[in-house]
């Protein structure tokens, strides 16, 4: 399978900093997402980025497909962002497959 | 309101004890999966499915069964579960298989205990 490495694991930050969440992966891949897990569990998919770059609001995704990864900004963090963050990738030679990496937990205090 | 329901949310058993995780999408949508959640592992796939009577293993298929008979369901069934699957599990389900235009939607989750 396909290894995926996130980076840190953990981070704390106050209200209003930025922050820059990594994603590895250990082979070519044609789907990559970044998910939320909010502190009540509920998990949402925030970006579909398997190359390129895309924002959404204060968050912005870019992946380097060549050099395998990608990276997820978050600018002006708020407590509701708040949760672990997620990074799955996939590719076509075994459609629906997607490994997950560890997560990163986010705690944004006020 | 398009949604994915599992239920229980919350279950407790004993080792041996046959239990089935029922999962129900209202969005026919074709792609549905299971994923299991321990600490510090993040997400794992058990099985997916591609559409109706297609099933295939994730990274950890071992102990569980699935079903697809219907486009709606895809139960989860764990014939002799064991305390090493006690985990939190999510169901998900998509359109297509997952991309930029097949947004997957997840399940609230199930918590199982096994003792």
């Known amino acids: 399978g396909i290894q995926v490495e996130q980076s840190p694991p953990d981070l704390i930050l106050q209200e209003g900093a930025n922050s820059t969440l990594r994603c590895n992966f250990s082979d070519s891949v044609n789907n990559l997402q970044w998910f939320h897990q909010n502190p009540w569990g509920q998990l949402i998919n925030l970006f579909y980025i398997p190359s390129g770059t895309k924002q959404n609001g204060r968050l912005s995704a870019t992946t380097v497909a060549t050099e395998r990864y990608s990276l997820l900004y978050i600018s002006s963090s708020q407590t509701t962002d708040s949760g672990v963050y997620f990074c799955?990738?996939?590719?076509?030679?075994?459609?629906?497959?997607?490994?997950f990496g560890r997560g990163t937990q986010l705690t944004v205090w006020p | 309101e398009a949604q994915v329901t599992q239920n229980p949310r919350y279950l407790i058993t004993v080792t041996g004890k046959k239990l089935t995780v029922t999962c129900s999408q209202n969005?026919?949508?074709?792609?549905m999966s299971w994923y299991r959640q321990d600490p510090g592992l993040g997400l794992r796939q058990i099985y997916y499915?591609?559409?109706?009577?297609?099933?295939d293993k994730g990274d950890v298929p071992e102990g569980y069964k699935v079903s697809r008979k219907e486009k709606r369901n895809f139960p989860l069934i764990l014939e002799s579960p064991s305390p090493n699957q006690t985990s939190l599990y999510f169901c998900?389900?998509?359109?297509?298989?997952?991309?930029?235009?097949?947004?997957?939607?997840f399940g609230a989750g199930t918590r199982l205990s096994v003792l």
């Open positions: 969005m026919n949508h074709e792609y």
């Open positions: 499915s591609m559409n109706v009577e297609v099933t």
């Open positions: 998900a389900s998509s359109l297509g298989r997952p991309s930029a235009k097949n947004i997957q939607y």
């Open positions: 799955a990738v996939g590719r076509g030679s075994t459609l629906g497959r997607l490994y």
